[in-house]
C-alpha cells in the first residue's frame, strides 16, 4: 500500500526525504513553490540529482506535485490564461527534471459566468498547454463558492473534450463536502462510474472533513475526527480498486507528528484487509 504526505519544501528537497524517512511513507506530494505567489523557485542541478536518486533508492513512488493555489485556470481573458499556461509549462518542465509522477491541478472557478462556460475555458486551457510525460490529474472540489469539478457530470465533461491523456486525483473530504456519502462507498463508486470508468482515478487525496455531507466547504480534518470517520476511509481502502491507489493526506498540521498518526491510521486499516 503506498501512503504519503504533502510535505513541506521550504528547507528544499534533501529535507522532504527525511520527512519521507521519519513518516515511513512511500509516496509524496509537495509544491515546487510558494502555492500562493507567481514567483518560481530556482534550484541547482546537484539539488536535483540528490532528489532523483534519494527517491529511486527509496523506491518513493509515485512523487506528487500539486498546482499553487493561485492559478484559476477556468480564467476566460486570455492575457490571464497565457500566463498560466507559461507559469504551468515551467512547472512542468521541473516536474520531469525530479522525476515526479503526477501534477495535481484543481479545475478553477467560474467566477460568475456560470459553470458551463467555466467548464469550456478549462477545456480551452488545457488543450493550448504542452504536451509532456508527466501525467496532469485534475481533482475534484467541495463546490465551494463558484469552484468547477465538484460533480462528475464536470468530469464527464471535460474528458469527452479533451481525451484521456489526463487523470483524476479523487479528494476524499472534498467528495464529502461535495455529496458524495463516503460511508455509503458502494453507491459512490456507481455513481461515478456513471459518468467516468473508475481506470481514470489514478490518487488519493486521504482527508477528513470537518464540515458535513454537502456542506460545500472546503475543511479538511484528521483521519477519523472529522464526519467521514474511519467507517468511510474503511470502505475506500478494503475497495479493490480505490484501496489500491496511493494515498497521500493533506491533513492539519503543526509538526510532522500530525501526519505520522494519521499515516499510521490508514495503514492499520489497510493492514487489516490485506493492503500491506
Not at 518513493?60 to 476566460?76: G, R
Not at 480505490?242 to 499510521?264: A, H, M, Q, W, Y
Request: hydrophobic share 35%; charged share 30%.
Amino acid at each position: 500500500m503506498k501512503v504519503g504526505a504533502h510535505l513541506w519544501i521550504g528547507e528544499g528537497l534533501a529535507k522532504v526525504i527525511e520527512f519521507c524517512e521519519y513518516l515511513e511513507s512511500n509516496c509524496l506530494q509537495i509544491f515546487l513553490s510558494n502555492p500562493r505567489s507567481w514567483k518560481s523557485k530556482i534550484r541547482k542541478e546537484e539539488e536535483i540529482e540528490k532528489f532523483t536518486q534519494s527517491i529511486k533508492k527509496r523506491k518513493i513512488k509515485p512523487v506528487v506535485i500539486h498546482m499553487p493555489y493561485i492559478l484559476n485556470i477556468a480564467v476566460s481573458k486570455v492575457k490571464e490564461k497565457n500566463k498560466i499556461i507559461n507559469f504551468l509549462e515551467k512547472q512542468l518542465e521541473e516536474s520531469e527534471k525530479i522525476n515526479a509522477d503526477f501534477y495535481v491541478i484543481h479545475p478553477g472557478f467560474h467566477k460568475g459566468n456560470g459553470e458551463k462556460n467555466g467548464m469550456k475555458n478549462v477545456v480551452d486551457l488545457l488543450k493550448n498547454l504542452p504536451k509532456f510525460n508527466i501525467k496532469i490529474l485534475i481533482e475534484n472540489t467541495s463546490g465551494q463558492g463558484t469552484s468547477l469539478g465538484y460533480k462528475f457530470e464536470h468530469f464527464s465533461f471535460l474528458f469527452e473534450k479533451i481525451g484521456n491523456d489526463y487523470g483524476i486525483c479523487f479528494d476524499t473530504a472534498h467528495a464529502f463536502q461535495a455529496g458524495y456519502n463516503l460511508k455509503e462507498f458502494d453507491k459512490v463508486k456507481k455513481d461515478i462510474e456513471k459518468f467516468i470508468p473508475l481506470s481514470y482515478i489514478l490518487l488519493i487525496h486521504a482527508n477528513d472533513s470537518k464540515t458535513e455531507l454537502n456542506s460545500k466547504k472546503d475543511r479538511h480534518e484528521h483521519i477519523g475526527k472529522g464526519k467521514i470517520g474511519i467507517k468511510g476511509f474503511t470502505q475506500i481502502i478494503k475497495d479493490d480498486y480505490f484501496g489500491n491507489l496511493p494515498f497521500i493526506i493533506e491533513t492539519p498540521k503543526v509538526s510532522l507528528k500530525e501526519d505520522k498518526r494519521n499515516i499510521e491510521i490508514i495503514k492499520k486499516i489497510g493492514e487489516k484487509y490485506g493492503k500491506i
